[in-house]
Structure formats: structure tokens, C-alpha cells
């Protein structure tokens, strides 16, 4: 009935090696990390585990009705509901963030602190493309650009004109840039959200 997905510590990201392991037991998800020890969180008889994993500080389990994310420095779970009907398209767990789109949100759980933010999506808002390094994740959708990163407080985003036409993506030196056919908008880690260029 529960859908099982292992991450072991032995498990890399690309950059640093994970803190927390993450299995599913009947009716628990439980995180281990090397100060935490094992922690647990109760899963509802009804509950289906959709997907989980593991990567740097933070974990996060997809279940049938909520998100739930585990954080090795504040060694504890958090959660957040999403709606019944709300279809989890993807996930990307890297290693300070992880993100997860819906068909009408974005969820970013930050694993500093282990806490959930929300971003909702238009009614005929589509996310075309999801960019993402370990500072940071852009959506591109067909009315703005969304940004969400381990340093920020929240989502934020950039409106695009409805003529304004995204010509080239660049993912470097953690920074994503953004080029449309009449500006440059730049999304990073050392900054508060995006910088502009005309």
C-alpha cells in the first residue's frame, strides 16, 4: 500500500554528500541523520507515499495529500498540505533546497531552517521549463520567471511582457541567467531575489 523509496548515506549529490538517510516504514517516514538520530513522522492509514529522497541537509517525502521535509540542522520534520486533487508533476532535492511543482503550485522547502514556502500558479499559468543548480531554481512559465532559493525568504518572480520572448539560458557559477529578446535577468545565490540588465 505505501510506495518505498530508499536514499542510504552513501548516496552523493554531485557536490556534497548527503546528511540525512530516508526510508518508509508501514505507516512512517523516518529520517536519520548523525545528530539527529532516527525521527519519525506518522503517515495517515489513507496516505500513500508518492516519492521521497535525499540529498546535502535536507530530505522531503511526496505523499497523496501533503509534503513532508526533513532538515539535519533543525532535526526535525515539517509539513504542508497541497490540495486533494493537485497533481505532483516534479521534484528536484538538491542539496540546501528542494523544490516541488505541482499543476497549480510551487513548493520550496529550505533546509536551513526546515521550512516550507508556496507559490501559487495562475488558473491558465503553465511552468514550460524548471532550471536549477544548488544555489538556486528558476520556473519559466508562459507569463513570468519564478525564482526560489535557499538564501531567500520566499518565491520571487519576474512578469515577462506578452511579446517578450525567452532566447537563451545560461546555468553557471550559480547563477542562472535569463536572456529574452529585450533584457537579461539574473538569478543567484548572493543575492535578494533578481538583478536586470537592459
Not at 529522497?53 to 539535519?72: C, D, E, H, P, Q
Not at 509539513?79 to 520550496?108: A, C, M, N, Q
Not at 543567484?188 to 533578481?194: E, K, Y
Request: proline content about 2%; glycine content about 10%; hydrophobic content about 40%.
Amino acid at each position: 500500500m505505501l510506495g518505498l523509496s530508499f536514499c542510504r548515506s552513501e548516496a552523493y549529490s554531485l557536490e556534497l554528500e548527503s546528511e540525512v538517510a530516508i526510508w518508509i516504514e508501514s505507516g512512517l517516514a523516518v529520517a536519520k541523520s548523525p545528530l539527529s538520530g532516527r525521527r519519525e513522522i506518522t503517515l495517515d492509514v489513507q496516505e500513500t507515499v508518492l516519492g521521497s529522497g535525499a540529498s546535502g541537509i535536507n530530505a522531503i517525502v511526496v505523499t497523496s495529500r501533503r509534503l513532508l521535509g526533513f532538515s539535519s540542522r533543525t532535526l526535525a520534520w515539517s509539513k504542508t498540505d497541497h490540495d486533494l486533487h493537485e497533481k505532483v508533476l516534479e521534484r528536484r532535492i538538491l542539496p540546501t533546497f528542494s523544490l516541488v511543482r505541482t499543476d497549480k503550485h510551487l513548493y520550496g522547502f529550505r533546509g536551513a531552517n526546515g521550512i516550507w514556502f508556496k507559490e501559487a500558479l495562475g488558473v491558465r499559468e503553465k511552468v514550460y521549463r524548471l532550471h536549477s543548480n544548488e544555489y538556486g531554481s528558476v520556473a519559466i512559465t508562459n507569463n513570468r520567471l519564478v525564482g526560489f532559493g535557499p538564501l531567500l525568504g520566499q518565491f520571487s518572480s519576474k512578469p515577462l511582457d506578452i511579446h517578450e520572448r525567452i532566447t537563451q539560458v545560461g546555468n553557471e557559477d550559480g547563477l542562472i541567467i535569463i536572456t529574452t529578446s529585450r533584457r537579461t535577468l539574473v538569478f543567484g545565490s548572493r543575492m535578494s531575489g533578481w538583478d536586470e540588465f537592459e
